[in-house]
């Protein structure tokens, strides 16, 4: 019998996941948690096999949640399942401690599967973040942003004109424009807005 504990912030998807989970005869869902900290809580508690997390909650959301189990309960494997599936979040969820990655398309024999191969310790990650992770690592490496590139792409994301993010940096409004043509060439887009998603997206803006 695998042991879970499930933690979602949304209570109709939560009732989902454990309905889905209560399918499986292996599977014994021991608790549910709303937020991070009850979720840190229940597994301080129940010590189960699998903390199934959702990465966007409350209090403490599944990244931080993640790595105080990894820290101090490391029999208890955690599984992440969200929406979410940019690289930013796969890797600060992996870095964390989390021994797989799922999305919420999930079908209910890929999400028992999952919870019985992450007990014994297996990475499982969702076909998509798979092939997400393989295409990354296929890809070369983005040129590095200086700080002062990062300063001006920083302020874009905050919606400044040229101007205002020249007036922020103490910069003339060309100077701006110069940084962000380098910019837009490192990361090989051509307009502002893709710039910051794409920055996002490689984990080079927080």
């Known amino acids: 019998m695998t042991s879970v504990i499930v933690a979602d912030d949304h209570p109709a998807m939560r009732a989902g996941v454990i309905a ?3 399918a499986d005869a292996g599977i014994s869902v021991l608790g549910e948690a709303s937020d991070g900290r009850a979720a840190v809580a229940l597994v301080a508690e129940h010590r189960p096999d699998v903390a199934l997390l959702d990465l966007r909650m409350p209090v403490l959301d599944g990244v931080a949640a993640t790595a105080e189990i ?44 999952a919870v019985h191969a992450a007990s014994r310790g ?23 942003l200086t ?21 922020r940096l103490v910069i003339a409004e060309a100077t701006v424009k110069t940084h962000l043509l ?8 051509s307009d502002r807005t893709r710039a910051v998603v794409t920055a996002l997206d490689l984990g080079l803006l927080r």
Do not use: C, W
């Open 182 to 189: 380098r910019i837009f060439a490192k990361l090989d887009v």
């Open 20 to 22: 889905l989970l209560a």
């Open 70 to 113: 990894a820290a101090a309960h490391p029999s208890t494997r955690v599984l992440i399942l969200t929406t979410y599936d940019t690289d930013a979040d796969i890797e600060r969820a992996v870095e964390a401690g989390a021994v797989g990655y799922l999305l919420k398309d999930t079908t209910r024999e890929q999400l028992a599967d």
């Open 147 to 167: 700080a002062r590139e990062t300063e001006v792409l920083r302020a874009v994301a905050d919606g400044l004109s040229n101007a205002e993010i020249g007036e």
């Open 122 to 144: 297996e990475t499982v990650l969702a076909p998509k973040i798979a092939q997400k992770l393989v295409a990354r690592m296929r890809r070369p490496a983005p040129a590095a």
